[in-house]
């Protein structure tokens, strides 16, 4: 069911030079961040709103000074990539007060009240979960033995973290074979998916799948398999999320078997909702971005054009 934006002139239209946008950015953790940065900022420009944008380093604190900030503007339409799901309430209800509608952008938050934003656009990270559970369960739908998957988690508490991991878990689950041994976060960067591989490979003898939550900490992670005397995608099968240029470039290279992508391009999009927001038009509450999969042989393909 749609929801109407909490527009303060339903009705009248703001010339496009007259929107103010204020976007609370996670911070520049990896190659899909990049890409959705400069997607945003790049659609704002195209747009022709003003756009006041905010990197909070992936920090909470820093996001909720900055939609303050925001606040105190009086910018038209805040919106945010969430660090966490959790601790929002205050600072939501903080912009509903001053009648500023918030856009969730590719996370989201666990509020229990749903009227604290308007919509949220972005993935179904449960559903990427799932589709690497799949691919891996009909890898080895006939084998007789177990496996060892380790898992590199995302930042703790965040919404892709929770929901890759629940999706995958989900799936796997039908099979007893597939047993996940360490799963530890890795913070979606490559330096934490490097010294957290190292660690696992140093404990587990025998590891045969990597599940890494996002393609930086996978490409991490193949420095410490390689620097182990291992061969990425042959003595260790890896998927990764995501699909950016270095994690196709590896997938090409069979280093990683799978990849789940995960669309960073949300600015034309987010431009569009804050265009209807500030005109007082309604806005479905839920818009999910479309997503496909690549093995190696489809990443080697789909490379030459990969705009990121
Ligand atoms: O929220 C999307 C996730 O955040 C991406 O998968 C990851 O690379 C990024 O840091």
């Known amino acids: 069911q749609a929801t109407k934006a909490p527009a303060a002139d339903t009705g009248k239209t703001k010339e496009a030079k007259d929107i103010t946008l204020g976007f609370s950015q996670v911070g520049a953790e990896s ?30 604190e820093n996001q909720i000074k900055a939609i303050r900030s925001f606040i105190q503007q ?9 660090v966490v799901e959790s601790g929002w309430d205050t600072v939501l209800k903080e912009a509903k007060d001053a009648g500023i509608p918030v856009v969730l952008t590719d996370r989201a938050v666990d509020s229990k009240d749903t009227s604290l934003y308007v919509t949220f656009l972005g993935s179904d990270f449960v559903e990427e979960g799932r589709k690497a559970g799949q691919w891996l369960s009909e890898k080895y739908k006939d084998t007789t033995e177990d ?30 074979h597939l047993k996940v041994i360490a799963s530890q976060t890795g913070d979606f960067t490559r330096a934490k998916g490097k010294e957290v591989m190292q660690a696992f490979l140093k404990a587990n003898k025998d590891i ?3 599940y890494a939550h996002n393609d930086d900490m996978a490409l991490g992670a193949i420095q410490a398999i390689e620097a182990a005397g291992l061969k990425p995608g042959q003595d260790i099968t890896i998927i990764s999320v995501d699909a950016v240029k270095d994690g196709m470039q590896a997938a090409s290279e ?4 799978f990849i789940v992508e995960c669309n960073p391009m949300l600015g034309p999009q987010l431009m569009e909702i804050v265009r209807n927001v500030v005109d007082g038009k309604s806005v479905e509450p839920r818009i999910v971005t479309e997503e ?13 054009s990969r705009a990121y």
């Open 31 to 60: 190659g899909w961040r990049s890409a959705n940065t400069k997607s945003i900022q790049d659609s704002a420009k195209e747009a022709g709103y003003t756009l006041k944008f905010s990197d909070a380093q992936q920090k909470q």
């Open 292 to 304: 496909s999969t690549f093995t190696s042989e489809q990443a080697k393909e789909a490379l030459p």
């Open 254 to 257: 069979g280093k990683i078997n």
């Open 208 to 210: 045969d799948v990597l």
């Open 74 to 82: 009086k910018v038209d339409v805040i919106a945010f990539s969430p």
């Open 147 to 176: 496996i060892n998957i380790v898992e590199l988690q995302g930042t703790t508490g965040s919404a892709p973290a929770n929901d890759r991991m629940a999706g995958f878990a989900e799936v796997i689950a039908s099979n007893p």
